[in-house]
C-alpha cells in the first residue's frame, strides 16, 4: 500500500548496528557493550527517558558519511514498508550543540536523499526541528544558521521535551520561518495538554500538528482541527512505547478518526519504537481490528496531508 511518511525523525531511525559501526570508525566510546545491550535499554517510562538515550546514541554521528549511511538505510527500509513519499524531520541544534557543523548534516543528508528517487522510488523533504527545551533564544539562533540554507529546507519544526515547554514561546522564530516561504509543523499534545495544540495552531500558524492525540480531550478543539482538515501525523506505536497511551488496543486514534480529522499513520523514531510505518498500519489492525478500507484511506490521508505541490502528487499514488 503506498504511503507518504510525515513524521520520522531520521535521527529515531538509527539501528544499533549503526550506532556501534559508527562509534567504532569515530572513535566514540559507548556505555554498552554491545548491540544486544542497547536493544535492551529500549524501555522507556516517559518521552524524557527516550530522549536521554536518542541524544546519546546519536552523538556517534560524526561525519558526512554517518549522516548519509543513516538516511540510505532508512530509505531501503521504507521502500520495504510501502514509503514513496518522505519528509523527514533532523535536529540541526543535537547535533551543532556538541561540534558537528550544520553543513555536515545537511550535505551528508542530501548525499543520500538527492537520488532516492532513483534508487528509493522516494521522493524526500527535510524539515528542520527547533528543540523546543532549548529555548526560544538558541531557537532563533539556529535558525540564523539555518536561514542561507533555506532552499535545502521545506519547513521548520518544533520537538523534544514538550511538558513545560508551550508552543507559543516560539512566535518569533516561525514567524521568521514563514517569511522565509518555509512550511510550519510542530509536535503538539503528544503528552502536553489540549491548549499547547491551540498555540501551534494559533500562534505559531503550522499547517500540521505532530502528534495532537490530546486534542481527544478537547471537543472544541477537535471541531477545529476538523473543518480546517488540519492533518495529525499520529504515531501509535511511539505512543504505547512512551506511555502516552496505556496500550495500542486503547488509543484513541479511532475517535479522531471518527470526528473528522485527517488523520495520518507514521513511525517517529521507528528504531526504538518497535517498528516502521507499515508495522504501525499492521498493529491497527491486529490491535484494533482496522479493516483495509480503513488503512487505505488512512494511507492516502498521508498524501492528502503532505506539502508534495499538486502536479507531482499524481506520480505518487
Ligand atoms: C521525539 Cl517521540 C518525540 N517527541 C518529541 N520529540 C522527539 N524527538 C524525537 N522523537
Ligand atoms: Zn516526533
Redesign the pocket.
Known amino acids: 500500500m503506498p504511503k507518504a511518511e510525515l513524521h520520522l ?1 531520521i ?2 531511525t538509527l539501528e544499533p548496528e549503526l550506532v556501534f559501526a559508527c562509534a567504532r570508525r569515530n572513535g566514540v566510546q559507548l556505555p554498552f557493550a554491545d548491540v544486544e545491550e542497547l536493544r535492551r535499554r529500549y524501555v522507556f517510562d516517559d ?1 524524557q527517558s ?2 536521554d538515550l ?1 541524544y546519546l546514541a546519536m552523538g556517534v554521528l560524526r561525519t558526512e558519511r554517518d549522516f548519509t549511511e543513516l538516511a540510505d538505510a532508512y530509505l531501503a527500509r521504507a521502500r520495504e514498508q510501502g514509503v514513496r513519499h518522505a519528509e523527514i ?1 533532523f ?1 540541526p541544534q543535537a547535533h551543532v550543540s556538541r561540534g558537528v557543523p550544520l553543513e555536515v548534516v545537511l550535505d551528508g543528508l542530501e548525499a543520500s536523499l538527492s537520488t532516492a528517487p532513483e534508487r528509493f522510488g522516494i521522493s524526500t523533504r527535510l524539515i528542520a ?1 527547533f528543540l523546543r527545551d532549548r529555548g526560544p533564544r538558541e531557537a532563533m539562533e539556529t535558525w540564523e544558521a539555518l536561514e542561507p540554507h533555506t532552499a535545502r529546507l521545506h519547513g521548520v519544526g518544533l ?4 511538558v513545560g515547554h508551550p508552543p507559543d514561546a516560539f512566535e518569533p522564530v516561525f514567524a521568521r520561518a514563514r517569511q522565509a516561504g518555509l512550511h510550519l509543523v510542530a ?1 503538539a499534545g ?1 503528552e502536553g495538554p489540549p491548549d499547547y495544540i491551540w498555540q501551534a495552531l494559533d500562534v505559531l500558524g503550522v499547517e500540521r500538528v505532530d ?1 495532537g492525540i490530546r486534542a481527544i480531550e478537547d471537543p472544541a478543539l477537535l471541531a477545529r482541527l476538523a473543518r480546517d482538515r488540519t492533518p495529525l501525523t499520529v ?1 501509535p506505536l ?1 505512543n504505547v512505547r ?1 506511555r502516552c497511551v496505556p496500550s495500542l488496543a486503547e488509543h484513541r486514534l479511532p475517535e479522531l478518526v471518527d470526528a473528522g480529522l485527517l488523520v495520518t499513520i507514521n513511525s ?2 521507528p528504531a526504538y519504537f518497535g517498528g516502521y510505518v507499515d508495522d504501525n498500519f499492521q498493529a491497527l489492525k491486529r490491535e484494533l481490528g482496522f479493516g483495509d478500507d480503513v488503512l487505505r484511506e488512512l494511507a492516502a490521508n498521508s498524501f492528502r496531508a503532505s506539502f508534495v505541490e499538486e502536479d507531482e502528487r499524481a506520480r505518487l499514488l
Open positions: 525523525h535521527e529515531g518521552l527516550f530522549l536518542y524531520f535536529d526541528c520537538d523534544s521535551a514538550e509536535h503528544e502528534h504515531c511511539s512512551l517517529d523514531d
